[in-house]
């Protein structure tokens, strides 16, 4: 089944550190850029971070950059979040999403069913 | 990286077509065509509508489209239906590696 499943996500105190983690199957991991998507309690969604399937071209939202940083393991078909100096600000649905090209084009077309982080 | 700009909400009847934009900048839209669009209905995840400005996904109805014109982008919805009421979001290719999301547009079918 083609799906993407989070995990990693939970209460944690300000300035605490979390590690998301999002497993990819039913497709060619490393053939796709992936990202990071987040959703705060009612608000719109906002693009974290995202990688190109080599893990060559990196980018960071403003808002995280310094305090987030991607990652991925293609041999474990897996996309990584490291999260540190957490904000209240930083509480959202965290979802996984793959892209439709091999670097960042914002064309998501799987997107997993996020888990949640509560600062 | 300032989010794009999209009207907070637009409406229509059944059977009328209704328009989105989003306003970003000659970076952001203006300056590449890696624009897409986004429906999201309550509690579920979002799912992609348009892709790089003009191109539907498989499985995306035809009454679905999407055009750009200068720093703008736009998203028309034809013979709207019930269940086309939802959240619709942009987002946009902005130098260099990262994107951005637009406000996001909740359109309502009267």
């Known amino acids: 089944e083609v799906q993407l499943v989070e995990s990693g996500g939970g209460l944690v105190q300000p300035g605490r550190s979390l590690r998301l983690s999002c497993t990819a199957s039913?497709?060619?991991?490393?053939?796709?850029?992936m990202h990071w998507v987040r959703q705060g309690p009612g608000k719109g969604l906002e693009w974290v971070s995202g990688?190109?399937?080599?893990?060559?071209?990196?980018g960071h939202a403003d808002s995280v950059r310094g305090r987030f940083t991607i990652s991925r393991d293609n041999a474990k078909n897996s996309l990584y979040l490291q999260m540190n100096s957490l904000r209240p600000d930083d509480t959202a649905l965290y979802f996984c999403?793959?892209?439709?090209?091999?670097?960042?084009?914002?064309?998501?077309?799987?997107w997993g069913r996020g888990t949640l982080v509560t600062v | 990286q300032s989010a794009l700009t999209q009207p907070r909400s637009v409406s229509g009847s059944p059977g009328q077509s209704v328009t989105i934009s989003c306003t970003g900048t000659?970076?952001?839209?203006?300056?590449?065509?890696?624009v897409s669009w986004y429906q999201q209905h309550p509690g579920k995840a979002p799912k992609l509508m348009i892709y790089?400005?003009?191109k539907r996904p498989s499985g995306v109805p035809d009454r679905f489209s999407g055009s750009k014109s200068g720093n703008t982008a736009s998203l028309t919805v034809s013979g709207l239906l019930p269940d086309d009421e939802a959240d619709y979001y942009c987002?946009?290719?902005?130098?260099?590696?990262?994107?951005?999301f637009g406000g996001g547009t909740k359109l309502t079918v009267l």
């Open positions: 987002i946009s290719f902005v130098p260099i590696n990262n994107l951005v």
């Open positions: 990688l190109s399937w080599n893990s060559v071209n990196i």
């Open positions: 999403a793959k892209d439709s090209g091999d670097h960042s084009t914002g064309a998501f077309d799987l």
């Open positions: 039913g497709f060619i991991f490393d053939d796709f850029a």
């Open positions: 000659s970076s952001a839209v203006g300056g590449y065509n890696y």
């Open positions: 790089e400005v003009t």
